[in-house]
């Protein structure tokens, strides 16, 4: 059975951090990018990391950039985003994607997507 399944979300403070994890099954996972993407109510699905199959390469979003770090364990078909030194901003649904196409995943996931998670919720407040 096909599955992204996301964990790790939660409250916590400002400047506080968390793991969050998607784990895979059902498909052939070495050879799919994922994404992480999150949205907020009322705001629009933002692409906040992606990692490539084929090489580790990585992309982050502006908003992210040297606060958040994906890595992926191909071995346990299972793909992480590090949080660290959280902002209320960054309160949101988080969703991972997997697909072959990584124009997919670099389009928002807005012209298709192959497979989607259904997301773990973070909220930084204090």
């Known amino acids: 059975q096909l599955q992204l399944v996301e964990s790790g979300g939660g409250l916590v403070q400002p400047g506080g951090s968390l793991r969050l994890s998607c784990a895979t099954s059902?498909?052939?996972?070495?050879?799919?990018?994922i994404g992480w993407f999150r949205q907020a109510p009322g705001l629009e699905r933002e692409l906040v990391s992606y990692?490539?199959?084929?090489?580790?390469?990585?992309y982050y979003g502006d908003s992210v950039k040297g606060r958040f770090t994906i890595s992926r364990d191909n071995a346990k078909k299972t793909v992480y985003l590090q949080m660290n030194s959280l902002r209320p901003e960054d309160s949101a649904a988080y969703y991972c994607?997997?697909?072959?196409?990584?124009?997919?995943?670099?389009?928002?996931?807005?012209?298709?997507?192959?497979?989607w998670g259904k997301g773990t919720l973070v909220n930084v407040s204090s």
């Open positions: 994607a997997a697909d072959q196409n990584l124009s997919r995943i670099i389009g928002g996931g807005y012209y298709g997507m192959e497979y």
């Open positions: 990692i490539r199959h084929n090489d580790g390469g990585t």
């Open positions: 059902g498909f052939t996972f070495d050879y799919y990018h």
